[in-house]
Nanobody, 123 residues
Framework: QVQLVESGGGLVQAGDSLRLSCAPS????????MGWFRQAPGKEREFVAI????????YYADSVKGRFTISRGNAKNTVYLQMKSLRPDDTAVYYC????????????????WGQGTQVTVSS
């Protein structure tokens, strides 16, 4: 069983930067594709970014492309989401996700989800 723990959320102003982290407990996730999703109030959860197990391949939602960067730590066991030029419409609960199958993450069907971390961007 993999438990994912997100951290780094908070309240920032528009234009600020923030870095989210996701680390597992229970086992390592070096062989897993990892992704970030978000859910804004009153909206469905949406895909944000994904990286494959070695971090060499990444893919982003159009809404965050050029502003967000997903990466893995040196041991590939932690995944980060660096967010720059934040906007009020980035406000959401951000979730980390993992699956051995990259396609499962890309299509929002990963096996493992974190509990989420709140990101609030004020105007």
């Amino acid at each position: 069983q993999v438990q994912l723990v997100e951290s780094g959320g908070g309240l920032v102003q528009a234009g600020d930067s923030l870095r989210l982290s996701c680390a597992p407990s229970g086992r390592t996730v070096g062989d897993y594709a990892m992704g970030w999703f978000r859910q804004a109030p009153g909206k469905e959860r949406e895909f944000v970014a994904i990286c494959n197990r070695d971090g060499g391949l990444t893919y982003y939602a159009d809404s965050v492309k050029g502003r967000f960067t997903i990466s893995r730590g040196n041991a590939k066991n932690t995944v980060y989401l660096q967010m720059k030029s934040l906007r009020p419409d980035d406000t959401a609960v951000y979730y980390c996700a993992a699956d051995l199958n990259t396609a499962q993450v890309r299509t929002s069907r990963p096996r493992y989800w974190g509990q989420g971390t709140q990101v609030t961007v004020s105007s």
